[in-house]
């Protein structure tokens, strides 16, 4: 069973009490930026299978969202952060590269 | 290839079944080919059986990092139907399910196609009034759909309880021809016609890089070593993303986890396929006795073909409200799949950014019930390089330019 801790609240909240929210980090395109930067930001997506970013809901607890790190081969968390930030925190960027050597960075 | 039939029982039953022989063969990969069909589950068995079929391409290699069928193909509910709301994707669906008809006399391998009757259920009024005009469409379509009311409903699935705890039944969307076939045997039939027509079918051959030059495809490389090719197609499903990535560009599309159980053997008990998508589950029993049973995608992205428990209790509580008389059978297996979603929940069956390579994927959590008609559609994009009638409204580009199929909220299909 998946078991984020929510950095909101600091509760080690388990699947039934959170809303996935898709990935991290999209930088918003609205009117004024060209078709693809807009396509990019609605559909693309990064869908790696390894290490990847995204927003969490912790719906039925605090209700905040917040930002996780982990990996779509193996369900491993490498942690959480709040989600008032445009990237992932250095140290956590340093501890997914100690356990995954080959990762190519989060960009 | 030795053809089946009641001939071939009766002599083979007379020698001790000796004489069989492989189904299809399994080459070492070639130099080079024609055509590289990525991925030898059902919809790329497919793609390569009507590449030779329809268009007399039959230089061509499928290769496969697991075995045959061992994806989404073997891990689906087998559930066939056409009665999608926009023109495109019932066109599409149509003619999978038209060509899965014929399809055991076409492949000379029993699919078991089984046009039992499928049933969606209406339980709300919005549902009742999207099924209504479903059906309408289906009708100017030329697909077979009609409107059933609760009487009716009660008569074809008289398990069924029509005043659930939370939603009543209003009535239902009755497809009479669709039903259920045999996963496994569709991608086995297409690979043993594939490999009689000389190509090659090679198993446990992981693609690790895509081979291009000048902005066009030049092969693959993989875990047996170089494989060059004129033409490429990804036929990949739940890992089109990480195919995609290799080419050099990005797809509209999340990986997910989708589950499905099956029940320990009963007597037969329901003899239609069911779905009910407002409290979400579907189910129909098979020829063992197993009620087979599948619910949602698990929201999340995820390659590891397992899924959260709680959807499965999610699944069950759906379906025992709807049928109170399963409540205490057993679970017997789960296992998931991971599904492919787009943006809009249609298709993707295109050209790429890559000159010569062509990708189809994005069926989601429907694709089982496509393969025909989706192999059909990527055979003829590959042989001509341009899409024809039936893929035409499928390309990777709609997304730019705003031309959604929109079947996730027109025609409440299960995700």
């Known amino acids: ?107 | 290839m030795r053809r089946y039939s009641v001939f071939a029982l009766a002599r083979e039953a007379l020698r001790y079944h000796s004489g069989w022989g492989r189904a299809w063969t399994s080459p070492e990969p070639k130099k080079h080919y024609d055509v590289i069909i990525v991925g030898a589950g059902g919809h790329g068995l497919a793609t390569a059986y009507y590449l030779g079929k329809n268009h007399g391409i039959r230089n061509v290699a499928v290769i496969e990092k697991g075995w045959l069928g061992g994806g989404n193909t073997g891990r689906n509910t087998t559930i066939i139907r056409s009665n999608y709301l926009q023109d495109s994707s019932s066109a599409i669906f149509e003619k999978a399910r038209s060509l899965y008809e014929n399809l055991s006399q076409d492949l000379n391998y029993n699919i078991m196609f089984s046009p039992r009757g499928l049933l969606m259920l209406a339980q709300t009024h919005h549902e009742v009034r999207g099924y209504k005009r479903t059906v309408h469409a289906n009708q100017l379509q030329g697909v077979a759909t009609e409107w059933l009311s609760p009487e009716q409903v009660k008569k074809v699935v008289p398990i069924i309880n029509l005043h659930g705890p939370r939603y009543p039944v209003l009535g239902g969307q009755w497809q009479a021809r669709g039903g259920t076939a045999r996963h496994d045997a569709v991608a086995w039939g297409y690979a043993r016609a594939c490999s009689d027509m000389g190509m090659d079918i090679i198993q446990n051959c992981e693609v690790t890089a895509v081979r291009q030059q000048n902005g066009v495809v030049t092969g693959v490389e993989t875990t047996r070593g170089e494989i060059g090719c004129n033409k490429l197609g990804i036929v990949v499903a739940g890992h089109s993303g990480v195919l995609a990535e290799m080419a050099g560009f990005r797809l509209p599309v999340e990986s997910m986890a989708l589950q499905a159980l099956v029940s320990e053997p009963i007597k037969p008990v329901i003899d239609i396929v069911v779905m009910a998508n407002t409290v979400h589950g579907y189910i129909s029993q098979s020829d063992k006795g197993e009620l087979v049973i599948g619910g949602g995608t698990d929201g999340f992205n995820n390659y590891t073909q397992r899924g959260s428990f709680h959807h499965v209790e999610e699944t069950l509580r759906a379906l025992v409200e709807t049928f109170p008389i399963i409540s205490r059978l057993k679970m017997l297996r789960q296992w998931g799949g991971i599904v492919d979603m787009t943006g809009d929940r249609s298709p993707i069956i295109s050209k790429t950014p890559l000159g010569n390579c062509f990708i189809n994927c994005g069926w989601g959590t429907g694709g089982f019930k496509a393969i025909p008609g989706s192999g059909w559609a990527m055979a003829e994009l590959v042989a001509k390089g341009a899409p024809g009638a039936l893929a035409s409204e499928f390309d990777m580009w709609r997304f730019k330019e705003g031309r959604f199929i929109d079947e996730s909220v027109a025609a409440g299909v299960a995700h």
């Open chain 1, 1 to 107: 069973m998946l078991i984020l801790e929510c950095p909101c609240c600091g509760v080690k909240a388990e699947e039934t009490e959170l809303a996935p929210g898709g990935e991290a980090h999209l930088k918003r395109f609205g009117p004024g930026s060209s078709d693809e930067e807009f396509e990019a930001y609605m559909f693309a997506r990064k869908n790696p299978k390894g290490v990847h970013f995204e927003r969490w809901r912790h719906a039925y607890g605090c209700g905040k969202w917040f930002l996780a790190a982990r990996c779509t081969a193996t369900l491993e968390v490498f942690g959480t952060y709040p989600a008032q930030t445009t990237e992932p925190p250095a140290e956590l960027i340093a501890k997914i590269k100690a356990k995954r050597p080959d990762w190519k960075g989060w960009k």
